[in-house]
């Protein structure tokens, strides 16, 4: 499973979701999506654009853990 780390970055800077959208220019639904973990699937571009906001890496926004089985 990919663990999406956007609502933990946005917390430490105490960012809402619409901040992260005007900022990044992103649709404010693909950041609500990525902020709960439930997005299927994310644009490179998105992926970019949050990674720079934040100054962090891909390996810092998103985590691949193993299943609870």
């Given at each position: 499973?990919?663990?999406?780390?956007l609502?933990?970055?946005m917390?430490?800077?105490k960012?809402?979701?619409?901040?992260?959208?005007?900022?990044?220019?992103?649709?404010?639904?693909?950041?609500?999506l990525?902020?709960?973990e439930?997005?299927?699937?994310?644009?490179?571009?998105?992926?970019?654009?949050?990674?720079?906001?934040f100054?962090?890496?891909?390996?810092?926004?998103?985590?691949?853990?193993?299943?609870?089985?």
């Open positions: 499973m990919i663990r999406c780390h609502a933990r970055l917390g430490e800077r960012l809402k979701i619409v901040d992260v959208a005007r900022e990044t220019g992103l649709n404010r639904n693909t950041v609500t990525l902020y709960k439930t997005a299927q699937r994310v644009d490179l571009d998105a992926i970019e654009k949050l990674c720079e906001l100054g962090c890496d891909v390996g810092e926004l998103f985590e691949k853990v193993a299943d609870a089985e």
